[in-house]
């Protein structure tokens, strides 16, 4: 019955199961009837055994008649023959509940067996049951895909908790480590400026210096504090796009990212024409800042930075002349906490609030490598 699994193999199982029990029904119908016909001929021949054809003349006359002649007496011959008499008068009734047996079997067969099979398999890891689900288009076997996808993902999501959960442990061993070193030294500077003499006027540029460094560590400490905030709250940020001129922007992210260069050379590629567009520019001037930061942090000397812009998108494109992302990076950069050769004083926060940002934005962010460096492009959707 291949013929039959191929022809159904695109129906759903309610359609499926009524062409097996119609087809196997006519079938079951067709054969009580060739079978009634057949014992019906077995009836009129046996009733014919039973008769003596006599034919007699009379005064000229022929008269033919039977005689009823006596017959050996068998209990099996008569068993066999009062049982073909009642499955003669019942055959359609008995030939429409074997043949639907026959319907359900086939059909479990053809449709049923195989998801059984899978579910029963799964547990082992055995992928060839998946493989030759995919030949059949029903529920079950749509199911069982669906199944081996949403495993797939969970497995895909276990694996990438996991890596956060070590991520995590390793930003909590961090920034314990991070926030301990601007303390020491601020106490440190606390007990040094109670031994100067207020009063002595030749400490006073050390005592100046002192208390820039305290600022410095300060805002250190400040800075961890705002990326965990930042962190906790990502999930709460509201986008609110306004309309701004381009060439306006552009400029703003000049002013930043040549404040943020220190001794790396940025090359801005833009075009002279202005436009308004619709965005959240202050969100937008952040994720910016977190991606010139890394590029900087990474780059050998140079960085481009290209502003391309049409109908349907904004997209910044920032490149520079490093070693580019390893593979674990590609997969695994906008996960938070995931922080790239263990770089000191970096939590591993910048890309993944960029990329909650702008998908908030209704855009993404992509990152890939080129033969020159590593490239991280900021899209906007317009």
């Known amino acids: 019955m291949d013929w039959l699994k191929e022809w159904t193999k695109k129906l759903s199982l309610k359609k499926s199961f009524a ?4 087809i196997f029904l006519l079938i079951g119908i067709l054969l009580a009837k060739v079978n009634a016909i057949l014992i019906s001929s077995y009836e009129i021949e046996l009733i014919n055994k039973q008769f003596d054809k006599v034919l007699e003349v009379k005064e000229g006359e022929e008269n033919t008649y039977y005689t009823l002649k006596k017959l050996p007496e068998s209990k099996l011959a008569g068993l066999i023959f009062k049982s073909l008499l009642c499955y003669k008068n019942f055959a359609i ?3 429409c509940l074997l043949f639907a047996i026959l319907a359900f079997s086939t059909f479990y067969k053809h449709k049923i067996q195989k998801p059984i099979d899978y579910f029963n398999s799964y547990s082992s890891g055995d992928r060839d049951m998946t493989i030759a689900l995919l030949d059949e288009e029903n529920e079950l076997s749509n199911a069982c895909e669906k199944i081996e996808s949403y495993t797939k993902d969970l497995h895909e999501q276990k694996i990438k908790v996991w890596r956060q959960y070590d991520a995590f442990n390793h930003m909590v061993s961090s920034i314990g480590h991070d926030i301990r070193t601007p303390l020491t030294i601020l106490k440190g500077n606390q007990e040094m400026m109670r031994c100067f003499d207020e009063e002595n006027s030749k400490y006073n540029d050390k005592r100046l210096e002192i208390l820039d460094s305290m600022e410095r560590q300060t805002e250190r400490i400040e800075e961890y504090i705002e990326k965990i905030s930042n962190l906790q709250s990502i999930d709460e940020l509201t986008i609110k796009k306004n309309e701004i001129s381009l060439k ?41 800042e977190n991606i010139i930061n890394n590029a900087i942090r990474y780059a050998k000397e140079n960085i481009y930075v290209e502003f391309l812009i049409n109908n349907k998108e904004f997209k910044i494109r920032v490149q520079d002349d490093g070693p580019g992302f390893s593979e674990d990076a590609l997969s695994y950069a906008t996960s938070p906490f995931f922080c790239e050769n263990n770089v000191k004083g970096h939590m591993g926060l910048g890309l993944n609030i960029s990329s909650i940002i702008l998908e908030k934005h209704g855009g993404k962010l992509q990152i890939s490598n080129t033969e020159y460096g590593g490239v991280v492009e900021i899209i906007i959707i317009l």
Request: charged share 30%; no cysteine.
């Open 19 to 22: 062409i097996y029990l119609s």
């Open 248 to 288: 306006e922007f552009i400029f703003t992210l000049e002013q930043i990212g040549n404040d943020l260069s220190k001794n790396k050379r940025i090359h801005w590629i833009k075009s002279q024409k202005d436009r308004k567009i619709l965005i959240d520019s202050v969100h937008i001037q952040e994720v910016f």
């Open 93 to 95: 009734e008995i030939h």
